[in-house]
């Protein structure tokens, strides 16, 4: 849509507020993109008291082209976004479409009664509608489900109605309050119980398929809680973790394509299932390196744990990969780009890329035994350990453009797949001028002025942001204890490690930050994913070394 036909909207939007004593109240952009002028910008990981996606068929996608309010979106199968409002009456006007593909057909729900039914919009077409909508309860009910096909979209929201007289919660999420430390020291702590509890919420989670689909749309997300349920069914002895687990890998690698690549989402059908065309558009689309680095990791971590027959086909789907496609996007300095990319190949070092790969080629030299993985994963590593400040901030190279700068240490949505990298090539490197520099780096990232001790809050945990950082943030307690176990010394070490463990073996704390927390409300949006992170970190306090196949 021109960016006049906007105004008129606009325009009109303030004529009808005007004309019956009403105002604009809201005005929402969906989607991971800019915000267009005017609205607030809601992604699928936004979770606040007064609105929020509640269900977890969402997602989101920037396609980076056109106008700002439509370059970007969210998506899923059936989900509620709820609103909290004085009760009365309400228009709505709501944009829909893609600028790459046709969606729906799907209805509009609201209050539970379908106000608009077999919505479609085709390739670059946006739809506008307005509706009306009476409120009770103090909370606006608005629903999009999939009838047909496989997912809505929803550009934007505009919410016209009278003022409003007082702001309403819609929900009463666990507490954002980082506990003290005498509350903190008053609990026990038990990992190995609540290691066992964060596999029984993950299995209890699983798809039809054996995948997580229900709840995680993309590989990435995944592949943590598998990577918990390896460790379980090692620590357990419990063959039902690791059987699925083995379900959901063979699913995965039948998803593999032509390329030796995999698409970042998780498909419907497998690869011999899909029409040439679909194939064809899958390898042009997004096949980034960043997202399969995490989930084409636990083939090499799985595999000695298998039998002979998945074991040989999860190595060869793993060496295929690392050999037919991800090397193609190894630079000179050893960085990784991310890969294809909504439609682009990356050319510029990224580092979450840089992380992950480095784990997966780390994880395959391990199982394959051969160095040239482990070089491969050495360059990545040192390309990050490179890029650190003396202050403890590392270093972000942005994935699509030739931009770096300096970010928090608390930013925990990258930087945790940093780790990932580091660690695994600490594990296993002979390069002892390499483990001299991740001692050193690590000692600014731990210890230094903005570092990981210096930016707790109450001197225990790191104040939670939103749930996608938050459940990144419960993997980090793996780097204190591998930094210790790698001989680093730090004031304070010890009783921020112990500190860690209980915040996240214990429910009431750990929920906060979305471990073991329902993945249909807001908190727990990331919650299949946070419950792998916090299970790793669960992991390594109960049998140090076996998420790095280094005991």
């Given at each position: 849509m021109?960016?006049?036909?906007?105004?008129?909207?606009?325009?009109?939007l303030?004529?009808?507020?005007?004309q019956?004593?009403?105002?604009v109240l809201?005005?929402?952009?969906?989607?991971?993109?800019?915000?267009?002028?005017?609205?607030t910008?809601?992604?699928?990981?936004?979770?606040?008291?007064?609105?929020?996606?509640?269900?977890?068929?969402?997602?989101?996608?920037d396609?980076?082209?056109?106008?700002?309010l439509?370059?970007d979106?969210i998506?899923?199968?059936?989900?509620?976004?709820?609103?909290?409002l004085?009760d009365?009456?309400?228009?709505?006007?709501?944009?829909?479409?893609d600028?790459?593909f046709?969606?729906?057909?799907?209805?509009?729900?609201?209050?539970?009664?379908?106000?608009?039914?077999?919505v479609?919009?085709?390739?670059?077409?946006?739809?506008?509608?307005?509706?009306?909508?009476?409120?009770?309860?103090?909370?606006l009910?608005?629903?999009?489900?999939?009838?047909k096909?496989p997912?809505?979209?929803?550009?934007?929201?505009?919410?016209?109605g009278?003022?409003?007289?007082?702001?309403?919660?819609?929900l009463?999420?666990?507490?954002r309050?980082?506990?003290s430390?005498?509350?903190i020291?008053?609990?026990?702590?038990?990992?190995r119980r609540a290691?066992?509890?964060?596999?029984?919420?993950?299995?209890?989670?699983?798809?039809?398929?054996?995948?997580?689909?229900d709840?995680?749309?993309?590989?990435?997300?995944?592949?943590?809680?598998?990577?918990?349920?390896?460790?379980?069914?090692v620590?357990?002895?419990?063959?039902?973790?690791?059987?699925a687990?083995?379900?959901?890998?063979?699913?995965?690698?039948?998803?593999?394509?032509?390329?030796?690549?995999?698409?970042?989402?998780?498909?419907?059908?497998?690869?011999?299932?899909?029409?040439?065309?679909?194939?064809?558009?899958?390898m042009a689309?997004?096949?980034n390196?960043?997202?399969i680095?995490s989930?084409?990791?636990?083939l090499?971590?799985?595999?000695?744990?298998?039998?002979?027959?998945?074991?040989?086909?999860?190595?060869?789907?793993?060496?295929r990969?690392?050999?037919?496609?991800?090397?193609?996007?190894?630079?000179?300095?050893?960085?990784?780009?991310?890969?294809?990319w909504?439609?682009?190949?990356?050319?510029?070092?990224?580092?979450?890329?840089?992380?992950t790969?480095?784990?997966?080629?780390?994880?395959?030299?391990?199982?394959?035994?051969?160095?040239?993985?482990?070089?491969?994963?050495?360059?990545?590593?040192?390309?990050?350990?490179?890029?650190?400040?003396?202050?403890?901030?590392?270093?972000h190279?942005?994935h699509?453009?030739?931009?770096q700068?300096?970010?928090?240490?608390?930013?925990?949505?990258?930087?945790f797949?940093?780790h990932?990298?580091?660690?695994?090539?600490?594990?296993?490197?002979?390069?002892?001028?390499?483990?001299?520099?991740?001692?050193?780096?690590?000692?600014w990232?731990?210890?230094?002025?903005k570092?990981?001790?210096?930016?707790?809050e109450?001197?225990?945990?790191?104040?939670?942001?939103d749930?996608?950082?938050?459940?990144?943030?419960?993997?980090?307690?793996?780097?204190?204890m591998?930094?210790q176990?790698l001989?680093?010394?730090?004031?304070?070490l010890?009783?921020?490690?112990?500190r860690?463990?209980?915040f996240v073996?214990?429910?009431?704390?750990?929920?906060?930050?979305?471990?073991?927390?329902?993945?249909?409300?807001p908190?727990g949006?990331?919650?299949?994913?946070?419950t792998?992170f916090g299970?790793l970190?669960?992991?390594e306090?109960?049998?140090?070394g076996?998420?790095?196949?280094?005991?």
């Amino acid at each position: 849509m021109g960016r006049h036909r906007w105004l008129v909207l606009q325009v009109v939007l303030a004529m009808t507020a005007a004309q019956l004593g009403a105002e604009v109240l809201y005005r929402f952009d969906f989607g991971p993109g800019p915000a267009s002028p005017g609205y607030t910008k809601v992604t699928a990981a936004t979770a606040t008291p007064y609105y929020a996606w509640i269900g977890a068929r969402v997602s989101e996608r920037d396609r980076g082209k056109g106008e700002t309010l439509t370059r970007d979106f969210i998506h899923g199968q059936d989900a509620e976004f709820r609103l909290g409002l004085d009760d009365g009456d309400y228009t709505l006007t709501l944009t829909f479409g893609d600028p790459d593909f046709p969606h729906g057909p799907f209805d509009v729900l609201v209050g539970g009664r379908v106000v608009l039914a077999d919505v479609q919009t085709g390739k670059n077409e946006f739809k506008t509608e307005s509706i009306q909508a009476s409120v009770t309860g103090q909370a606006l009910s608005l629903r999009l489900r999939a009838t047909k096909a496989p997912n809505w979209t929803l550009c934007a929201l505009v919410v016209e109605g009278p003022p409003q007289r007082a702001k309403h919660a819609i929900l009463a999420g666990p507490s954002r309050v980082v506990p003290s430390p005498a509350e903190i020291d008053a609990r026990t702590a038990d990992p190995r119980r609540a290691l066992r509890e964060c596999c029984e919420f993950l299995m209890q989670h699983r798809g039809p398929r054996g995948v997580f689909e229900d709840y995680v749309h993309e590989w990435y997300r995944m592949s943590y809680g598998l990577r918990t349920l390896l460790a379980g069914s090692v620590i357990f002895d419990q063959p039902r973790y690791r059987e699925a687990v083995e379900r959901a890998l063979d699913e995965f690698v039948a998803q593999q394509l032509p390329n030796g690549a995999w698409s970042s989402g998780i498909q419907a059908k497998r690869t011999s299932e899909q029409p040439p065309e679909t194939i064809m558009g899958l390898m042009a689309g997004t096949t980034n390196l960043a997202d399969i680095g995490s989930i084409v990791s636990c083939l090499s971590i799985a595999a000695p744990r298998v039998d002979a027959e998945r074991r040989k086909r999860y190595i060869a789907a793993a060496q295929r990969y690392a050999d037919e496609y991800a090397v193609r996007f190894i630079l000179p300095s050893g960085a990784f780009t991310n890969g294809r990319w909504q439609g682009q190949d990356m050319t510029v070092p990224y580092s979450v890329a840089c992380g992950t790969q480095a784990m997966n080629f780390a994880a395959l030299s391990v199982v394959t035994g051969q160095e040239k993985y482990l070089h491969v994963a050495e360059g990545a590593a040192r390309f990050l350990l490179d890029h650190w400040q003396p202050d403890g901030r590392p270093i972000h190279c942005h994935h699509a453009k030739d931009v770096q700068r300096v970010t928090a240490a608390t930013n925990f949505g990258d930087i945790f797949y940093y780790h990932e990298g580091i660690l695994w090539v600490a594990h296993h490197t002979r390069d002892q001028g390499l483990l001299k520099q991740v001692r050193r780096v690590y000692g600014w990232h731990i210890a230094g002025e903005k570092g990981l001790l210096a930016e707790r809050e109450n001197g225990v945990w790191w104040p939670p942001r939103d749930p996608w950082t938050n459940s990144k943030a419960a993997g980090m307690p793996c780097v204190l204890m591998a930094y210790q176990r790698l001989g680093g010394t730090a004031p304070g070490l010890d009783e921020a490690i112990r500190r860690c463990i209980t915040f996240v073996a214990n429910p009431e704390y750990r929920q906060r930050i979305g471990v073991t927390a329902d993945p249909l409300m807001p908190w727990g949006r990331f919650g299949v994913a946070a419950t792998g992170f916090g299970g790793l970190t669960l992991a390594e306090a109960v049998r140090p070394g076996l998420i790095y196949m280094a005991e």
